[in-house]
């Protein structure tokens, strides 16, 4: 959690307006996100809001120490490809 956080100071220095999250294709972000994937039996797993917590927090310490006007944005899959998995509602 704290590289992620250290990786969002980095690039303040660097000048840039903001950071994106790589939260897809199987990534440690993704890897809590997914029911397929996050099987952890502590405060990161089980329903989806404890699987959100650790991206939440790597976004708050991001938020904490690089200000209020810095971009954070989140990519995620729409489809993990597995029934286990996150899938679109289909209606």
């Given amino acids: ?3 992620h956080i250290s990786y969002g100071q ?13 939260g897809a294709h199987g990534y440690l972000i993704m890897q809590f996100l997914s029911p397929a994937s996050n ?9 989806l809001e404890a699987r959100t917590l650790f991206v939440r927090k790597v976004a ?3 938020r904490e120490k690089c200000g209020q006007d810095f971009i954070i ?3 995620m ?7 286990a998995g996150s899938v679109p509602t289909r209606r």
């Fill in 73 to 75: 944005g989140l990519k």
């Fill in 60 to 62: 708050e310490g991001i």
């Fill in 77 to 83: 899959p729409a489809d993990e490809g597995s029934q």
């Fill in 39 to 47: 099987n952890r039996e502590d405060i990161f797993g089980g329903d």
């Fill in 10 to 22: 980095k690039v303040v220095r660097l000048r840039f307006d903001g950071v994106e999250l790589h």
């Fill in 1 to 3: 959690m704290q590289s």
